[in-house]
């Protein structure tokens, strides 16, 4: 399941350029201690770059100091491995974990936060970025402290995603999709499991992680999450796909009739501003439910959402009375509407954005 930062290093290789896509930290224990291998990919120029400290991972939490020291030793290691003379550096690490300020003084470094920082090393990460770039301008306000170019850009869209067959046929029983990863801890689990049980006439498709395993949030394990992944799974008109190839889930999404995305927005890393699927699910021309969503409140045409930031008691009520009305906010016209606008951000259309900005 592709994120921005796998979306942005895919459409860099395309044109041309040679991209090496550095991994979080093996904690799995996949590889040995201070191990670093280099796998290429069937993205030709795209490579990805595995490693492991030599070190305990747990010096980031208890003793950043000597954790910096040894942290930058490993990217020193990285960056021999990878061989290369590095232009850019483009960072999407608010945890500042593999820190932008020890990759070569000479790179053009970006830092590019999708996410609010909710901790000082988030902060911190930007230290040394040439620009902040950010889908929010409410996390940029975070980063007033650098004296530096800061950037407001959209999510991005990969162009498979983008629908070219408009039609208004709905489907029977009416599909209802979700994608992303159900492990996620700002998920609104209780209003969510409530909407499906009390729509059974209605078929819920889940594309996503489900399962530790295939997830990038090991670290957040929890009983609660794996015990709403259990019910979900367990409800009759749930159909649960794990996470597949996002070719592939480009095409699924463009088949159902709607889209549904429920989280807490006071939990919410993005703090309800702005996700990356909102721009992958309008692509398809279909009606999008949500909660509130502050970055398209002045788009009712493009998203239907709750009015509420302090909760999502409204929420069953208002998917309720758009399924209703389905065909209306299906209509040919509200489609073309959406895939317009979800057009103007795709991802090589934001990269010619971004360097526009950087001249």
Known sequence: MFV????????????????????????????????????????PNLYIVKHRF?????????ARFIFDKLVSIHINRIINKINSHIDIVWSFDISNTIPLKFFPKKALKIFMPVDEPLTKSGIAAAETAGIIISVTNEILEKYYQYDVPKLFINHG???????????????????????????????????????????PNIIFECWGSIHYKNSNLSSYADKEAAEFVD??????NT??????????????????????ICYDIKKDQSKGTNYHKILEYM???KVIISNN???????PDLIIMSQSRENNNGLPVLFKNVIQDIREHNSLAKQQT????TKGYLYSRQIEKIEISLQ
Do not use: W
């Open 4 to 43: 921005s930062k796998h979306h942005y290093a895919l459409e860099l290789s395309k044109k041309g350029n040679k991209v090496f896509f550095i991994n979080s930290p093996d904690q799995n224990k996949e590889l040995n201690y201070g191990q670093v291998k280099i796998e290429e990919t069937k993205y």
């Open 283 to 285: 692509a398809s021309g």
């Open 293 to 299: 969503v502050t970055t398209y409140q002045n788009h």
């Open 54 to 62: 030599f070190f305990s991972y747990i010096l980031r939490f208890k």
């Open 231 to 236: 019910k979900l799974c367990n409800l009759p």
């Open 157 to 199: 869209v990969a162009e498979t995603y983008i629908n070219e067959i408009f039609q208004e046929n709905i489907n029977s029983p009416i599909r209802v999709g979700l994608s992303g990863n159900f492990l996620r801890p700002d998920i609104d689990r209780k209003t969510l499991l409530e909407i499906v049980k009390t729509n």
């Open 239 to 260: 159909v649960i796909h794990g996470p597949i190839n996002p070719l592939i889930l480009s095409e699924k999404l463009k088949e159902v009739d709607c889209f549904l």
């Open 338 to 341: 959406r895939i317009s606008f």
